[in-house]
C-alpha cells in the first residue's frame, strides 16, 4: 500500500472497497502489523491494519453499539466486562456509557494501535480511557484471560482482526475454553466474525469451536457499511440461555436503566432482537 | 470505464467497490446508456448500467427476494403486478415464482439491457420470459401508467437506476399521481431508494413525493452485498394501510400460499417484518 490518492483495500484479493485520501495521517510498522491512518474524502478518519479497513469516524457507531449494546443488554446485569483487541478505544467508550459496567479491561496486544488512535482518532475512545472504570493493558489477550481468575467476568468481548495474523490465536480451542472459565454464571462472549457471503468459514469454523465450551452458540448480523458484502456476523457463546430470548420491551427496559436508550444511531431494543433472525444463506453456517 | 483487468464502480466519486475481471463478455452504448456485462473472479457475472452495479449472479438473490416478496406478501392478494425497469428480467422471474399472481407486466426502456441480459445472464430471468403470465413491454414507464387503466394493478415495482439519467423520471410527481391511480383500492408500490448512508438524500426526496399521493409511506431495509455502504432501502407507499402491519406467522401463511416458502435464501417471514425497523440514523430521513 503506497501513500497515493487512493487507497485499495487489501481483505479479498479480487474485489474490496477503495477510499480516496484527503490526507495521510499516520504510518507505522509496528511488531505485529502495519498501521495506517488516513483522512478520506467520505468516511472521515480511517484506520487500517495490515491494509484491512477497522474503523472509520463516519460509520463506526454501526460497529460499536451491535457489538457493545446487544451482549451487555442481553445479559442484563453486566457489570465487569473484558474487552480483547479493540486498540482504537471505540468498543471501550460505548461499554462505559453502560451506568451499570462497574469495570471495563480492556487487552490490546498492540500498543501503537492504541498510541496513534488516541493520537489521530480522539473522537472514538473519547473520555473512556480516563475513566476510573477503565483499566487498559497492553499485552496479549490470551494470556491475560489464562491468568484471569475463574469468573471474573460477566461479559468478553472480543474486536479482532480477521483470523489471520495476530488475531489467530483468539479463533482457537485454547482462547474458548478460557473464556468460558474466566466467564460468571450467566457470562457471554461475542467476537466479530467477519462477512458471511465473502468469509464464510469463518462463521462456521469459529462456531464449531466455540460449540466445544459453551451449550449455547450462535449468530446476530449487523450491516456496517464498511465492512462490505452485506451483513457481518457477530457469533456468540453463552453458558446459560440462548443470546436472543428476550422482547423488544424487556431490552427497551434494560437499555433506558443502563442509560443509553435514545442515544443510539443504529441500535435500538427492534434491531437488537431483529438481529438474530438470520438469512438463509448465513444460518446454512451455523451448526445444526 | 476501459476494458481494464479491474473495473472501478463510479457511483460515487470518492469511494467505491472494485471487481477483477475475469473475462469481458459484452459491452454496448444504447440509446440511453452504457452497459457492460463481464466475469468477474468473486460474484459471477455482473451488470453494470453507465458504470454502477445493477446485478451480480452471487447475490441477486438478496435484492430480488426483498424488493418482490415483501409488497406481494405484504399486499396478500396481488393477483395484477407492474414491473418498472429490471430488464435482467429477475424481478420478473421472482414475481412469477408467485402461483397467487396472474399477470405480470414489466415495462424496460432499454431494449438492449433485456437482449444482453437474455443472452449473458440467462439464469437471472429464467424461465420467467416465455411465462404466459409475463408482458414484457420495451417502453417508457411513466408513458405506459400515464395510459393505463384506474386500478388495473395491485402491486408496482420500480427497479430503476438511481434518480440520474435514464431513471430520472421514476422519481417524480408526475409518476407517482399516476402510480396511485393505477393501483387498486389496496395497492401497493415500491421503489429502490439507495443506499442511504451514502445516499440519504434519495430516500428522503422520494418519501415526501410519494406522501404526496398516498396515505402511508414508509421504507424497510435489505443488505444487499454489492450495494456497498450498509443497508439499502426500498421504500413503499401504499393507498389503504401500512405495508408493516403483519405478524411473521400470517406472513408466513402467505408465503406458503404463494409457493414460496422455504425457497429463499435471504427472505424469511421474520427478515421480512423486522426490515421494517429501521435504524435510527435511516429513520431520521423519513417523513414524520
Known amino acids: 500500500m503506497a501513500l497515493d490518492a487512493w487507497v485499495n483495500e487489501s481483505l479479498y484479493p479480487a474485489w474490496g472497497q477503495r477510499f480516496r485520501v484527503k ?22 478518519r480511517v484506520l487500517m491494519l495490515d491494509g484491512v479497513v477497522q474503523i472509520t469516524e463516519a460509520d463506526e457507531f454501526v460497529y460499536q453499539e451491535m457489538i457493545v449494546h446487544v451482549p451487555l443488554l442481553a445479559h442484563g446485569a453486566a457489570e465487569r466486562v473484558l474487552i480483547i483487541g479493540a486498540g482504537d478505544g471505540g468498543v471501550l467508550h460505548r461499554v462505559l456509557a453502560h451506568r451499570t459496567v462497574s469495570r471495563a479491561v480492556m487487552v ?17 475512545g473519547g473520555t473512556a480511557w480516563e475513566d476510573p472504570r477503565a483499566e487498559v493493558i497492553v499485552g496479549d489477550g490470551i494470556a491475560y484471560v489464562r491468568e484471569a481468575p ?39 462472549v461475542v467476537n466479530q466474525c467477519g462477512v458471511p457471503f465473502m468469509q464464510g468459514e469463518e462463521l462456521a469454523e469459529t462456531s464449531r469451536r466455540r460449540q466445544r465450551f459453551f451449550p449455547h452458540v450462535g449468530a446476530y448480523v449487523a450491516a456496517v457499511p464498511t465492512y462490505v458484502g452485506g451483513f457481518m456476523t457477530l457469533g456468540w457463546a453463552a453458558k446459560e440461555s440462548p443470546l436472543a430470548a428476550h422482547t423488544p420491551a424487556e ?8 442509560g443509553i436508550l435514545g442515544k443510539t444511531r443504529y441500535w435500538t431494543p427492534e434491531i437488537h432482537t431483529g438481529a438474530f433472525h438470520l438469512p438463509p444463506y448465513i444460518a446454512a453456517l451455523l451448526p445444526p
Do not use: N
Not at 482462547?175 to 450467566?186: D, G, P, Q
Not at 431490552?251 to 443502563?258: D, F, S
Open 251 to 258: 431490552i427497551r427496559a434494560r437499555a433506558e436503566a443502563a
Open 23 to 44: 490526507r495521510w495521517l499516520a504510518r507505522a510498522e509496528s511488531a505485529f502489523q502495519d498501521i495506517a491512518i488516513f483522512e478520506s474524502e467520505t468516511h472521515g
Open 150 to 188: 475463574d469468573a471474573s467476568f460477566d461479559v468478553m468481548i472480543v474486536d479482532s482482526t480477521d483470523p489471520i495474523g495476530v488475531g489467530e490465536v483468539l479463533f482457537t480451542d485454547a482462547f474458548y475454553a478460557e473464556a468460558a472459565r474466566v466467564l460468571s454464571a450467566h457470562g457471554v
Open 108 to 124: 490490546e496486544i498492540d500498543g501503537e494501535v492504541i498510541r496513534l488512535a488516541r493520537a489521530f482518532l480522539p473522537d472514538i
